[in-house]
């Protein structure tokens, strides 16, 4: 779009157009040469992390497409990073923002809002490659959009393939031809569970069972689309469950010993799949402990590793993504919001323990960056 300049002299119009390289360039000059960076400096644990501070350093350069991030949010592999020493050079994932420079770019352009799944993203500028990086939904805030990408690809990818072994081609939209599904996801009131449940309700799931703790969490889950929900302080959802029941468990906690809780539920046919954390990340081995030592005949079991499909198909997944959104079948979930200048406690309300301890909050906790 042109940008008009209107000027009042002697009672007459004067209009002045900017052309795109006009805008492109004015763009390009109001990048600063130095920005604020969250880094840590070697590795801390909650409640405090005293080892994360707020760095003033160089703006990066823009091999391919540069962006002002304007907001990003704490995921647990963000506590987990900082926690083992991997925050040293800039740490968080998720980013909305502004394209301001965009070298040899085929797709996007200056002034587009995007987002995506890079690091460091606790940054006001980033510097990533196009091709992994979309055009934000529209109707979205900028602070909402940022804390989707990288639940809301996991929980996509998750459960695409609990209908396509990895390995294969990703399947685009409802990836189940079955009906009459019954879907478990065993924690729902994060991130990658609260966007789970929308995926498996947007998809057609008949019956979404799901825990969670306290009135309202319970409330929240139900409001996304669970139509069985146990608090697990109370009762563990694999002894609230029928034997032969349940099609599909997304084990999106991946407490030890699920898998084997996980079997005598599942029908023949049907599939466990882990979203795998600790050792079972490091590992990725699809034997006990990460997987059952009693597995059921006819049922599938996955310790399923995402790298390779955000790398291959984590383009494809934020436009599917997107589309969601448009279609009123995935909203954000802010539980809190925190300046970039406190990543500090941003991290411990994520990490808990207690009020907005990991079972505990609701949704995502965004930062503000611009």
Not at 41 to 48: F, H, S, T, V, W
Not at 167 to 176: A, D, K, M, S, V
Not at 215 to 227: C, D, H, P, R, S
């Amino acid at each position: 779009m042109m940008r008009v300049v209107g000027l009042i002299v002697l009672g007459v119009l004067s209009v002045t157009w900017a052309s795109p390289v006009a805008r492109v360039e004015d763009a390009r000059s109001a990048i600063p040469t130095t920005m604020k960076q969250v880094r840590a400096i070697g590795a801390c644990k909650a409640p405090n992390f005293t080892c994360v501070h707020t760095v003033t350093t160089q703006v990066p350069k823009a091999t391919s497409v540069l962006i002002k991030v304007n907001g990003s949010s704490v995921n647990p592999s963000d506590v987990d990073s900082v926690e083992f020493g991997g925050c040293m050079s800039g740490c968080g994932a998720d980013i909305s923002g502004v394209v301001v420079a965009c070298t040899g770019c085929t797709r996007l352009k200056v002034g587009d809002e995007v987002w995506t799944n890079a690091n460091p993203a606790y940054s006001e500028y980033v510097a990533t490659e196009e091709s992994r990086v979309g055009l934000k939904p529209v109707s979205m805030p900028m602070v909402d959009a940022a804390t989707i990408p990288e639940v809301g690809l996991t929980s996509l990818f998750s459960l695409k393939r609990t209908a396509a072994a990895p390995g294969t081609p990703l399947p685009t939209g409802n990836p189940w031809t079955k009906s009459n599904l019954t879907v478990v996801i065993t924690a729902g009131s994060g991130g990658t569970g609260s966007i789970g449940i929308e995926l498996a309700k947007a998809w057609g799931a008949a019956h979404i069972a799901t825990s969670t703790s306290g009135a309202a969490g319970i409330a929240f889950v139900k409001e996304l689309g669970a139509t069985f929900v146990t608090d697990y302080k109370v009762q563990d959802i694999f002894d609230a469950l029928p034997d032969d029941s349940v099609d599909i468990v997304y084990d999106n906690y991946g407490a030890q010993g699920t898998a084997d809780k996980a079997m005598p539920k599942l029908r023949a046919g049907g599939v466990y799949l882990l979203m795998p954390h600790g050792e079972c990340f490091v590992s990725g081995s699809q034997k006990p402990p990460c997987l059952s030592a009693h597995p059921k005949a006819g049922v599938t079991q996955l310790n399923y590793q995402t790298g390779p499909d955000f790398a291959k198909y984590g383009l494809q997944g934020l436009d599917e993504l997107k589309g969601l959104v448009e279609q009123g079948h995935i909203k954000a979930y802010v539980d809190k919001t925190f300046p970039l200048d406190n990543v500090q406690g941003a991290l411990a309300y994520s990490a808990g323990p207690g009020e907005g301890g990991v079972g505990d909050h609701i949704g995502k906790i965004s930062i503000t960056v611009a």
